[in-house]
């Protein structure tokens, strides 16, 4: 019998976008100033495109996840990015084979 899987608290993070000046830093930011604790970070420039996955820890947040996906997202936006905030759950069961 196998025991269920506890419900993880970490999300996946994904920004897509012209490379330009303090990405990086305005997300890292971002999820600072909410308590987010960025737990692996991955990045790199295809031609002129920036993208970068990172997975964070939502346990010490003191923002709920959507409304860390809508102000990443609006806020990306504005910056000429893509930025979207999946629960880690949602994506694993959206990405299983």
């Given at each position: 019998?196998?025991?269920?899987?506890?419900?993880?608290?970490?999300?996946?993070?994904?920004?897509?976008?012209r490379?330009?000046?303090?990405?990086?830093?305005?997300?890292?930011?971002r999820?600072?100033d909410c308590?987010?604790?960025?737990?692996?970070?991955?990045q790199?420039?295809?031609?002129?495109?920036?993208?970068?996955?990172m997975?964070v820890?939502?346990?010490?947040?003191?923002?709920?996840i959507?409304?860390?996906?809508?102000?990443?997202?609006?806020?990306?936006?504005?910056?000429?990015?893509?930025?979207?905030?999946?629960?880690?759950?949602?994506?694993?069961f959206?990405h299983?084979?």
């Amino acid at each position: 019998m196998t025991m269920p899987r506890e419900e993880s608290n970490r999300a996946i993070i994904t920004v897509i976008g012209r490379d330009q000046i303090g990405i990086i830093a305005w997300v890292s930011g971002r999820l600072a100033d909410c308590q987010v604790n960025v737990l692996d970070i991955s990045q790199t420039i295809l031609d002129e495109f920036f993208t970068m996955i990172m997975i964070v820890d939502l346990e010490p947040a003191t923002i709920e996840i959507d409304g860390l996906a809508q102000t990443l997202e609006q806020e990306g936006n504005e910056k000429g990015l893509q930025v979207k905030v999946q629960h880690e759950d949602i994506f694993r069961f959206m990405h299983r084979i």
